[in-house]
């Protein structure tokens, strides 16, 4: 492992992962989510700080946290994704690579998830893909760090 270390951040909700809504959400329990970011990112030589919070306040003081301490930042603000400019503001103050990821296709839902206040301040969205969506945001961080070292 070298380098700093990536943030995967989880919004409102995420805790209950596994226990409730697994048709929409699936199975994987939030610790098995975890699991599954730490063994991916280890086969890229990168190390994960992962953290879920139901405050708003909380995930702004991580994604302030990581300006320093992190290469990039992979984040499932959940409902906060779609209200939240105080978000969107730390996002753009901090300018790390980042991934706005989403378990579930948020565009074949309800119209309100059809808005992010996330998705123009970070490099790109992947949503749909239940855990793999982080397994691909991940890779994505990954790529991009590399281009910018070579940049
Ligand atoms: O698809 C996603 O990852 C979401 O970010 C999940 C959020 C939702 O508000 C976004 O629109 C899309 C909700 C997370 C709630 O997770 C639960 C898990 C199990 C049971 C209940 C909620």
């Known amino acids: 492992m070298s380098g700093k ?7 409102p909700n995420l805790n209950l992962l596994g226990q409730r809504e697994s048709a929409i959400y699936g199975e994987a329990t939030l610790q098995d989510l975890e699991t599954r970011c730490r ?16 405050s708003e306040g909380e995930l702004i003081g991580w ?5 320093d301490k992190a290469s990039g930042i992979a984040i499932n603000a959940g409902a906060y ?14 300018n790390l690579p980042s991934v706005e990821v989403h378990l579930s296709n948020v565009y074949k839902r309800e119209a309100f998830r059809h808005t992010s206040f996330i998705a123009p301040v970070v490099n790109g969205v992947i949503c749909g893909f239940g855990v793999d969506s982080y397994v691909l945001a991940i890779s994505a961080l990954s790529a991009l760090i590399s281009a910018n070292k070579k940049g």
């Open 81 to 94: 994704t779609h209200t939240s400019v105080a978000l969107h503001d730390a996002l753009r103050a901090v």
């Open 63 to 67: 994604v302030h946290e990581a300006r």
């Open 39 to 54: 063994a991916h990112a280890a086969t890229l030589g990168l190390e994960i700080v992962f953290h879920q919070s139901n």
């Open 5 to 11: 270390a990536l943030y995967v951040l989880n919004g």
